[in-house]
């Protein structure tokens, strides 16, 4: 086997596409030929020690691929040789096989691609576990999505209107707004050429959105909460915009309104069979046409320092894969 092998966490530059022995699964693993694997936000911090997980030295970045299982430990009941699966583990993906925890994995139906299956559990994972279960949302109800293009926001804008909600997607380009247009918001603001409190307050008639997703923050997060609606939720998201913000406490009060910490990861460890049922809610969703992955470019292997070049410099629309 090939990987991208980490061997000093000091960027990018200090990744080697390095032959290995393909290892056995041990209990409980699985070996999984891997075709696709996609770029994740933290990918780009764990080869550079700045993420909160420190794997042990040497490691193949990579959290999330989709591939076909060669092999399986013992005790792996849910899985066999010849299937179809995606998972996320953290590490491992950058490359051309890799050793995965059975329970991580999940098998796909044999129309599911297997580079939308690369880009598919983080993101929509992340934003049904944020709006349907963290924010309750309700068909009619208004959702304001920022960085609207990205990962985890196209993810949001289809969830959303698969709920009957009116989307607001929010982001810094035309070109994005263009795009998130074509995923099915309903209507659109560039943050970095129109004020965006009072696009929303043109945009909901004064009422503001029930609903913030922000996986953001930096200054748009005071704005976005200063404009929420009566009984609004703002989800705490994420902070791509790098400073971590604060919110005045009494707009909380004056707006009833809820600050709703997200944390998928945390909520699938907790909650398992929770986590599970909604996997399998969104797999059905996938054959249903209802959400699609958003797959800006779909690179070779090869190429893993090119794309996180392009990750960097903030020009993704949708999510990155690079395939084997
Ligand atoms: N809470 C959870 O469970 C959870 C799960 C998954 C991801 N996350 C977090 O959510 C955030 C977004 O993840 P993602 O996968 O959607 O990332 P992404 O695809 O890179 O999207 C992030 C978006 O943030 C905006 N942004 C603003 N300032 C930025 C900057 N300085 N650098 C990069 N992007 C910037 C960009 O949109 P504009 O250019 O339009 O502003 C970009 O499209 C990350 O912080 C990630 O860690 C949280």
Redesign the pocket.
């Known amino acids: 086997m090939h990987a991208w092998l980490c061997t000093d966490p000091t960027g990018v530059e200090a990744l080697k596409w390095t032959e290995l022995p393909t290892p056995a699964p041990k209990a409980g693993e699985v070996l999984i030929e891997i075709h696709a694997a996609s770029l994740?936000?933290?990918d780009l911090l764990i080869v550079q020690n700045k993420y909160q997980m420190k794997p042990p030295l040497p490691f193949v970045p990579g959290s999330e691929y989709a591939g076909v299982v060669q092999a399986v430990g013992e005790g792996v009941k849910h899985l066999q040789a010849g299937q179809r699966v995606a998972c996320l583990s953290g590490t491992g993906g950058f490359a051309t096989h890799v050793i995965a925890p059975a329970t991580r994995c999940i098998a796909l139906p044999d129309d599911f691609a297997y580079v939308d299956a690369a880009a598919f559990i983080?993101?929509y994972a992340?934003s049904h576990?944020?709006l349907i279960d963290r924010a309750q949302l309700k068909a009619g109800e208004t959702v304001l999505v920022?960085?609207?293009?990205?990962?985890?926001?196209t993810a949001a804008i289809q969830i959303a209107k698969a709920m009957g909600a009116c989307v607001i997607a929010?982001?810094?380009?035309d070109d994005?707004c263009q795009r998130c247009l074509q995923l099915g918001a309903d209507t659109v603001i560039n943050?970095s050429t129109e004020d965006l409190r009072q696009a929303l307050k043109t945009l909901t008639e004064d009422k503001g959105p029930d609903v913030v997703y922000d996986?953001?923050?930096?200054p748009l997060a005071e704005q976005a909460f200063r404009s929420i609606a009566w009984r609004g939720r703002y989800l705490?998201?994420?902070?791509?915009?790098?400073p971590i913000p604060s919110l005045p406490l009494n707009l909380a009060l004056l707006k009833g309104a809820a600050i709703v910490g997200?944390?998928?990861?945390?909520?699938a460890r907790r909650e398992p069979q929770a986590n599970a049922a909604m996997l399998a809610e969104l797999v059905a969703w996938y054959a249903q046409g209802k959400i699609k992955p958003v797959i800006d470019r779909a690179l070779p292997m090869a190429q893993l320092p090119q794309a996180f070049a392009q990750?960097?410099q903030?020009a993704?629309?949708?999510?990155l894969v690079l395939v084997n």
Do not use: I
């Open positions: 994740n936000f933290p983080m993101t992340t576990h944020a920022l960085g609207a293009a990205g990962g985890v926001g929010a982001a810094s380009t994005k943050y996986p953001v923050g930096g705490v998201v994420g902070f791509a915009a790098g997200v944390f998928w990861g945390e909520f990750m960097g903030r993704v629309m949708g999510k």
